[in-house]
């Protein structure tokens, strides 16, 4: 089930996979439980992807930096 | 040419790489936040972490070189001082937890009947229980969750910035996942034995 989530399978494997979930309902269960699983541990951990972005400021900060500027600069 | 005029030349020559470093580095801001605010958990340290990984990127930009991964190099620089800040934090050694298989969570809160199921299931892991459970996990099979399955990044990417093979990357993914469950069934645990009791 990794390896499909990870879509590290061939695309017959695959098709096998997707075959079978569409059969086997302890599985169809199992695989939605990972899949949910899988966005409530980003949701908790990750937080929004839109975030993602360093603000202006930060920037303006990194900017600064440039030049021969991180030189001059106490170690971090 | 004379001796002066050479010097004058590298000196030139070592600018413009070094402006050129610089700009190529930046564009990779974003990234870099992206790892720093997964790593850190927070913003506000995550854009520490930045800054001090961009001083330091420049500071040593000569050891970077010229048409290698400059992405992988620098997020690698992200990734190291969050680790070193990290054991700074950390008192104890860490325990490798238990690994149990894929399904050991799924079965251990009692499956569902119907794929719909899942949504409420899952839902009953609290914020806090996750985060306490993937910060349990030891460094290495943390930092492949993190960069994989919280940062998007592709195994490729995440072995270039943790230095490793893919194949190392893909063992601890998948070696931290089963943890990472392993763990939560825990919380899970230890939270109905405080309610009971």
């Known amino acids: 089930m990794q390896a499909y989530l990870d879509k590290l399978l ?3 494997d695959a098709l096998v996979i997707e075959q079978h979930l569409a059969v086997c309902s302890e599985c169809a269960c199992a695989y939605r439980f990972e899949v949910k699983l899988r966005q409530h541990v ?11 972005h360093c603000r202006d400021e930060l920037l303006a900060k990194l900017k600064s930096c440039c030049g021969g500027a991180a030189d001059e600069q106490p170690s971090a | 040419m004379t001796a002066e005029s050479s010097d004058a030349r590298d000196l030139a020559v070592r600018a413009r790489d070094r402006v050129r470093f610089e700009e190529d580095a930046l564009t990779y801001a974003d990234d870099a936040y992206r790892v720093a605010r997964r790593l850190t958990g927070s913003s506000e340290a995550a854009e520490d972490l930045v800054q001090d990984a961009y001083m330091r990127a420049f ?3 000569e050891q ?3 048409g290698t ?3 992988a190099w620098l997020l690698r620089i992200v990734h190291n001082l969050a680790v070193d800040a990290g054991r700074k934090r950390q008192r104890t050694p860490q325990m490798e937890p238990v690994e ?3 399904y050991y969570l799924y079965q251990r809160m009692g499956g569902t009947s119907t794929p719909e199921e899942a949504d409420t299931v899952v839902e009953r892991l609290s914020q806090g229980g996750v985060v306490s459970a993937l910060a ?3 460094q290495p099979y943390r930092d492949a969750v993190v960069l994989v399955d919280l940062a ?5 990417d995440a072995a270039d910035i943790l230095d490793v093979p893919i194949g190392t990357i893909m063992s601890r993914l998948h070696r931290g996942r089963r943890m990472l469950k392993t763990e939560l069934a825990q919380t899970i645990e230890d939270t109905a034995e405080a309610a009971a009791s």
């Open chain 2, 64 to 66: 970077y070189t010229p």
């Open chain 2, 152 to 156: 998007d990044f592709s195994y490729q």
């Open chain 1, 10 to 12: 061939s695309e017959g």
């Open chain 2, 100 to 102: 149990e298989s894929d």
């Open chain 2, 59 to 61: 500071r040593s930009w």
């Open chain 2, 136 to 138: 349990a996990l030891p």
């Open chain 2, 69 to 71: 991964n400059l992405r």
């Open chain 1, 42 to 52: 980003k949701a908790c951990c990750g937080g929004a992807a839109d975030q993602d």
